[in-house]
């Protein structure tokens, strides 16, 4: 067989340390798919001292940018994480000739436009199934199955820890503070909960799959977020008793006029919807298309074998390419769509407003609507005490800029109380 | 922009129909994604005399042969369907040099590994998305996204015609009969519906998969196929009284020893499995990989657009490897695992057996079990009426051989009066 193909791996944590296991017990299949070997040359490592289970010692550098500036590695996997020192190794492997595959989303999301032009400069790939929904064949799918049709809309749980906290608080009717201390526990959920809880990860996502789905260049400071920490018990019953269920969702919309809005947000599904039975930590992403028409992928998002498993479809790929010297298919943003502010993205929305219980209070809540241009679809009225009364408000659909400035009325209106959480409401 | 790309079409009913659209009025967004023009130079149908909506009439052509042998034909869409004269046309325009994109999963299934040996001489691509599964991209995750993961098993809805008559079945608790003559005046079933109703479409496409998926040969008429013309309203009481529904599986197997295993049939699966909720004429696939773990995809089975999506799809990457210059990935058989002989899949199996009420007569039926291997689970006895009895018995996992000869030996008996059906049990 001929000259190997060259694999060096930067990072060798949950996920580098199932890459290692795969390359090696998987290595005469990936020879046969690959028609070469797989080498693996070097794993940059931040304490080249310590050993590492499966890797030999002589692999393992705590030198990255040495690794990836050697200039004879044809494939680079890019599992540090983060943007630096991501970026800059990212950047010198491709000007040294090597293809990448990466897992990293915020790298991806913040800077992907520069990062596919310098895998153009220097006539290399760059590939990142595992940066999105982990196992889940989702970017191929979007990058070329269904590149002869138009894709409308993707809507998905893209975030493992924020679908099982909901799940739980759902399904066993535990608090927000309860699931969260729970899920760390067990390691479902980071020391740090921050990127998950407050939606940045799957706003990340958004980005990425937005950018795939319609053909333009969507940044994750374009995504509208909202994380899940102000969903409430309440909120969770007042979805269940419209026969609906609470999921952080990632939707990418194609709008009228050539324009997309993408955005991240705790939404009330129906719960027979597909994304209304994803339990757990898994992952599901619905695509709508003009011809294909409703598409699920659903899978686990997370976790080193899945994710590892993603990269390894990339690695085969990126080598394939490798040996026949060809690119393969790079970025695509010819449609250039703009991205909708994020005010603009049209959703119906559940709201939760205390009030005064007494005459006129309804009335006035509903003028304060009115006034905003945002129509009003159902009210429920609950009385919880002395004078004190809880409004149920369904909207129709209306952009989230009316929503937020009926929210700031309502919370200046002398007869309400506090608006205690906003939820969007989609395909209910 | 440089010559664009050639494409002749066979066929022009429901899913040509619907390609020539999407070309003509995608035809902005498809230039952008190949980098060059698509022009539809021919379609070839049996009465050129007759017009067809949204097709010149100068392209219209009844002689197929000429028009794949013209030699400057970039791609051809093979929409005939069928052996023969399909086989001929693929092979004839192959020899000319045009790459084929086809939704012919009959033709896939008995002559796949010959038609990828020529379009390997000949040096063009061979795509089938569309031959499985509609719109769902199934095959190329499976051959690109999948390839550095280990597929253990493939389970899938794959025909919408019994999925809608055995969802019906379930849902409204009518008959076989009765929604099989609704389908039929509803579209849902043909006039003639043997193909889907015994599962031999199923087969083909099982038999599709598992090549795929084992990187191995395998043709439909290897594929052990039990249709559903058999399931009674009985078994779907039964498998609704185990928490469970009957679904047409096809399903392929990594077995031990470097073999796999191929069937189709009736099987009860658990109501909350993710193909447990597959209503109506969808389709959904569940790939069971060492790494990945558990991943689904799920969509529109058949119907014009969502089959023409993804042949669109195979015709644009067709299309870049043209002007690319070329050959995408081809057939990978290398494992060339063998396909264990109809007899040897092992699962649980469900029958439902009527027989004399009288002493003795349970000790005897478990007898026969026991001589032919086969270990039962649990039994459940019903009194019908006067001496007469139904055994419900859920067995442990056996082979189908197994199971048939025990089956031959209940008929022998002289207290069973029927063995009323046999279905397999799955994830339940």
């Known amino acids: 067989m001929a000259e190997p193909v060259r694999i060096a791996l930067l990072g060798c944590g949950n996920v580098g340390s199932q890459v290692v296991r795969l390359l090696t017990e998987h290595a ?94 220097s006539g290399v790939d760059l590939y990142f199934e595992a940066a999105v929904a982990g196992a889940i064949p989702l970017l191929r799918p979007l990058r070329e199955s269904l590149v002869g049709d138009r894709v409308r809309r993707v809507m998905g749980i893209v975030n493992g820890t924020t679908n099982y906290v909901l799940d739980r608080m759902d399904t066993a009717g535990e608090s927000f503070d309860e699931v969260l201390a729970d899920a760390q526990r067990l390691g479902y959920a980071e020391a740090d909960p921050t990127a998950d809880v407050d939606g940045h990860d799957a706003a990340a996502k958004a980005a990425i799959i937005a950018s795939l789905a319609f053909h333009s260049r969507v940044t994750a400071d374009q995504v509208e977020v909202t994380g899940i920490r102000g969903v409430t018990s309440s909120d969770i ?55 294909a028409g409703q598409l699920m992928f659903y899978g686990q998002g997370a976790g080193g074998a899945p994710t590892a498993s993603a990269v390894l479809g990339d690695v085969v790929t990126a080598a394939r390419n490798r040996v026949q010297k060809v690119v393969g298919v790079g970025e695509s943003s ?36 009115a ?6 679809e159902t009210v429920r009225q609950e009385i919880r005490g002395e004078q004190d009364a809880e409004l149920v408000i369904v909207t129709h659909p209306a952009p989230k800029r009316s929503l937020d400035a009926t929210v700031a009325s309502l919370r200046e209106a002398p007869t309400v109380r506090s608006v205690v959480s906003v939820m969007r409401v989609e395909a209910l």
Not at 36 to 48: F, K, P
Not at 55 to 69: I, K, M, N, Q
Not at 250 to 276: F, K, M, N, Y
């Open 371 to 376: 006034e905003n241009g945002v129509s009003i």
């Open 28 to 121: 005469d299949d990936l020879s046969a798919r690959v028609a070469r070997d797989l080498e693996l040359v070097g794993v940059a490592v931040r304490d080249a001292a310590s050993p590492r289970a499966g890797v030999p010692h002589h692999l393992l550098t705590d030198d990255a940018e040495a690794l990836v500036s050697r200039g004879d590695i044809d494939v680079v996997i890019e599992l540090v994480g983060g943007i630096e020192p991501a970026r800059t190794l990212v950047r010198a492997a491709m000007a040294h000739g090597a293809s990448v595959v990466t897992a990293n989303k915020a790298l991806m999301a913040a800077d992907g436009a520069r990062l596919h032009e310098a895998a153009r400069e």
């Open 334 to 369: 010819y449609a250039a769509l703009a991205v909708a502010s994020p005010g603009e993205a049209v959703t119906r929305f559940h709201l939760i407003v205390d009030v005064d219980d007494r005459p006129g209070v309804l009335a006035a809540v509903a003028g304060i609507f």
């Open 237 to 291: 019953a007042s979805a269940r008793a419209m026969h609906g269920v609470v999921k952080l969702l990632a939707v990418a919309e194609r709008l009228d006029e050539g324009r997309i809005s993408v955005w991240v947000g705790p939404t009330i599904i129906p719960r027979d919807h597909p994304l209304g039975s994803v339990h757990g930590a898994f992952n599901a992403v619905v695509v709508e298309a003009d011809a």
